[in-house]
């Protein structure tokens, strides 16, 4: 019989539920919510179809780079408002050092690809809804989620807890050997002496099973 990992109990609540998990290389976070998002779209949470994912494959991606798979799904779930993962990370190079990212504060947010079903303007009622949106994905097939520094959906984020101690920076982590060059790069991060976002990671759409 093969190894069988223990079932996930997945339970929702308004405050994060737990700080990266080092040992167990995992991490719960938000990755999607009706909130109007930097394309000026709202995705509703209701209308996803996880047929493809998590019920098929379950790969996490660093930047939607279908090249840099980091972990898998453990588990996905949520209602109308709001949908949460918990994803474990692999034991790569890469993965280990976008998890030591993550638990020092320098990447926190998650986005997700997705292939739209219904979708287009907004009603009436909708637009009362969700001021200053320009279209709406009210039914969607999730293909992946990914890591990324900078969310299209601001609520898309990694669950942390307060710490009293500075956040690391990607220099310093650089400097202290705790990650790699290579890895700082993969995440969008200019590896010299002034460290910054390239760019934002827009939530990738795939029309007719193309991939963009």
Request: charged share 25%; hydrophobic share 40%.
């Amino acid at each position: 019989m093969g190894d069988a990992e223990a079932p996930v109990v997945f339970i929702v609540a308004d405050a994060p539920q737990l700080a990266v998990d080092m040992k167990e290389r995992q991490f719960f976070g938000t990755v999607n919510t009706p909130r109007v998002d930097m394309d000026r779209e709202v995705v509703l949470p209701s209308g996803i179809d996880r047929s493809y994912f998590p019920d098929t494959v379950r790969a996490v991606y660093l930047n939607h780079d279908y090249g840099c798979p980091i972990g898998k799904c453990r588990n996905l779930a949520g209602g109308a408002s709001f949908i949460r993962a918990l994803t474990r990370m692999a034991s790569t190079q890469l993965a280990t050092d976008v998890l030591t990212m993550i638990a020092e504060g320098v990447i926190n947010g998650l986005s997700i690809g997705f292939t739209r079903t219904d979708s287009g303007p907004l009603t009436a009622d909708e637009a009362r809804v969700y001021p200053g949106a320009t279209s709406i994905v009210r039914k969607w097939r999730c293909i992946e989620y990914s890591v990324t520094a900078m969310p299209c959906n601001p609520d898309a984020t990694i669950d942390t807890k307060s710490m009293d101690r500075k956040m690391m920076t990607v220099e310093r982590l650089l400097s202290a050997e705790r990650i790699f060059a290579p890895s700082a790069r993969a995440a969008g991060f200019s590896v010299g002496p002034k460290m910054y976002r390239l760019h934002p990671v827009r939530a990738v759409v795939l029309d007719d099973g193309d991939i963009l």
